[in-house]
């Protein structure tokens, strides 16, 4: 997407967010494919269908699919698209969507391809800071967590190459940003430090905190996940110097990495950040059926 198609699609959400209730996908099935688990992707794209007026169909569990039996995610794929207008995919497999799309007569939605890329939750990442930043050029946006696995980190990076960001990246070194994607900001005049500090001075610069949980799921070697997952946790009393108008954001589900007394701090917005997910998605579903509210 150019900066201009990200600055249209915010105020699209802008306008779903006004009325998000509309015939707008009457007569039109949306079909989510999920072969991982979710709450937030896949409840947020079939309220945004519901409230279009389109009808889904699909699965929360692949064990209930023919993917049991041994059917490929191409003939899944091919049958689905005879039922449905669009596919909404979760995968755990890296590059599933992009093969999925190869083979589809319909479009394809990446709701996260294992530890690859999470584009949506990008949209409405972009959407919460713009809300609350009231702009996405130079900011300083600091990614905590888990930067090797977490996908939502890479689509954000790629997504924020048109608004001159500084990136903090802020990890374990067994979880650092991967090095195609620190090539990736070389190539794009994306400006970063990669640290693994993480204390109260070391947020005080920044706008947007984004945390991230280390991810069980994605781990060969256990016993690093347990050396690892609780390196990083954030506590009220660490905001102490952080500016008023940051804000806390987190593509969630959390484990340990927020304490639960930061929910009571005007700086968290991770709740307000999903309740965005259902405008963005409600975008999505438009700009890739071609619908023009
Ligand atoms: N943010 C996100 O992808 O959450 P779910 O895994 O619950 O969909």
Request: contains cysteine.
């Amino acid at each position: 997407m150019t900066r201009e198609d990200i600055l249209d699609f915010l105020a699209r959400a802008a306008e779903f967010e006004k009325r998000p209730n509309r015939h707008l996908l009457d007569e039109r099935i949306v079909a989510t494919l999920f072969f991982e688990p979710s709450t937030r992707t896949r409840l947020s794209f079939e309220t945004a269908a519901n409230r279009l007026g389109a009808k889904v169909i699909g699965f929360a569990d692949p064990k209930v699919s023919s993917g049991v039996k041994g059917e490929t995610l191409k003939d899944t794929i091919m049958m689905v698209s005879n039922y449905a207008d669009i596919i909404v995919m979760r995968h755990f497999k890296e590059g599933a969507a992009a093969e999925a799309a190869k083979v589809s007569p319909v479009p394809i939605v990446n709701a996260g391809d294992g530890s690859n890329q999470h584009p949506s939750q990008t949209m409405l990442d972009l959407y919460s800071i713009y809300k609350t930043q009231g702009t996405l050029d130079n900011l300083t946006i600091h990614l905590v967590g888990d930067l090797k696995y977490g996908r939502t980190v890479h689509s954000m990076l790629q997504a924020m190459r048109h608004f001159n960001p500084t990136f903090h990246f802020v990890s374990p070194k067994e979880l650092r940003m991967p090095e195609e994607w620190k090539q990736y900001c070389h190539d794009n005049n994306i400006r970063y430090v990669e640290t693994e500090e993480f204390t109260p001075e070391s947020i005080a610069s920044a706008d947007i905190l984004y945390m991230t949980r280390v991810q069980r799921e994605r781990f060969t070697d256990l016993d690093e996940y347990e050396r690892v997952k609780d390196t990083y946790i954030l506590t009220r009393s660490m905001l102490s110097q952080a500016k008023e108008t940051m804000k806390v954001l987190h593509p969630l589900p959390r484990v340990n990495e927020i304490a639960e007394d930061v929910d009571d701090d005007p700086r968290a917005y991770y709740f307000q950040q999903a309740r965005n997910g259902l405008f963005a998605r409600e975008v999505i579903l438009t700009k890739v059926l071609d619908i023009h509210p």
